[in-house]
């Protein structure tokens, strides 16, 4: 990448019945407003819709309307444990779609608390199939190729089978780009409990961090 100094756009998707971000990333999003030698030209925002998949391409229109050279979505509950500046330099590497590991919660899943895509090791960044769009950044080039990026598929019969986040990173590799996922990076991700914490102490857990 010959542009050392990006333009980056930070976008938070809210759901509309209850568009309050987590105070944790407005802490995390906070830092970045008192970076005064921050090395990139930041552009940040809040958007909220219902489903998540119309607020996902209406935070990719904003995006192409722009001229930022990268998309950043951090979801209202999730957090890198990175700090803002080290993570932004992620941009650097100049991947087409670079995600970040993190836990949930299914409830009466055989695996109660999955990882999207695995769980965290230190591997670094690897190129994978898909990713959570939870934490992501996304390189103009790939959102300026897909219309309608983020796209929920439905059978025939009309039954849910793909998320719009697995569909678009299918829809990113049809169209020659590739996936990463900085394993070695885990974001916190909180619900009624931050899912982080709650893997890392669980009789469920598979491996340390």
């Not at 030209?41 to 998540?52: E, F, H, K």
């Not at 695996?111 to 390189?139: K, M, N, R």
Request: glycine share 4%.
């Amino acid at each position: 990448m010959t542009n050392t100094h990006p333009r980056i756009m930070l976008q938070t998707p809210l759901r509309a019945s209850d568009p309050r971000p987590r105070v944790e990333l407005c802490v995390w999003r906070e830092q970045l407003l008192t970076d005064t030698n921050l090395p990139y030209s930041l552009i940040m925002g809040y958007t909220a819709g219902y489903p998540a998949s119309s607020t996902r391409n209406k935070i990719a229109k904003l995006f192409l309307q722009s001229n930022a050279d990268f998309l950043i979505m951090l979801d209202d509950d999730q957090w890198p444990l990175l700090p803002p500046r080290q993570f932004l330099d992620y941009v650097l590497l100049d991947y087409d779609v670079l995600g970040f590991p993190y836990p949930s919660l299914r409830i009466n899943a055989a695996d109660p608390i999955p990882w999207y895509p695995s769980p965290p090791t230190a591997l670094g960044a690897q190129e994978v199939d898909a990713v959570g769009t939870g934490a992501i950044i996304i390189a103009r080039r790939v959102l300026a190729a897909i219309p309608q990026p983020f796209t929920d598929v439905f059978d025939a019969d009309g039954i849910f089978s793909e998320g719009e986040d697995l569909s678009f990173c299918r829809r990113a590799r049809e169209h020659g780009f590739t996936i990463h996922c900085a394993f070695d990076k885990p974001v916190a991700h909180v619900k009624p409990a931050n899912m982080l914490l709650l893997w890392g102490n669980s009789r469920w857990q598979k491996e340390l961090l």
